[in-house]
């Protein structure tokens, strides 16, 4: 059983930045996909970043060139790099691991930004 931990939410003003960071268990952590999604309140859960095993990255069209998703496969962590926050991005993050017969979620962070 694959357990994720996000940390680093918090509030921001708009035009701030945060770096989330979700720490997973596990021996086999350098061959998920590991992914962020968002939940904003009244709103369905969307993805916001994927990062593959090679490195590979994807990312909702609403935080490209904003955010940034990394991974460190030997702490068994991946990071979110959130750069001109805009109010819009308020919401709960998830933190998602994915293999075959394997769909793992952390328990979230929020984060609000607002003045």
């Known amino acids: 059983q694959v357990q994720l931990v996000e940390s680093g939410g918090a509030l921001v003003q708009p035009g701030g930045s945060l770096r989330l960071s979700c720490a997973a268990s596990?021996?086999?952590?350098?061959?998920?996909?590991m992914a962020w999604y968002r939940q904003a309140p009244g709103k369905q859960r969307e993805l916001v970043a994927a990062?593959?095993?090679?490195?590979?990255?994807n990312y909702a069209k609403s935080v490209r060139d904003r955010f940034t998703i990394t991974r460190d496969n030997t702490k068994k962590r991946v990071y979110l790099q959130m750069n001109s926050l805009k109010p819009e991005d308020t919401a709960v993050y998830y933190c998602?691991?994915?293999?075959?017969?394997?769909?793992?979620w952390g328990q979230g962070t929020l984060v609000t930004v607002s003045s």
């Open positions: 998602n691991a994915a293999a075959v017969e394997l769909d793992a």
């Open positions: 596990g021996s086999s952590f350098r061959l998920y996909v």
């Open positions: 990062i593959t095993s090679g490195g590979s990255t």
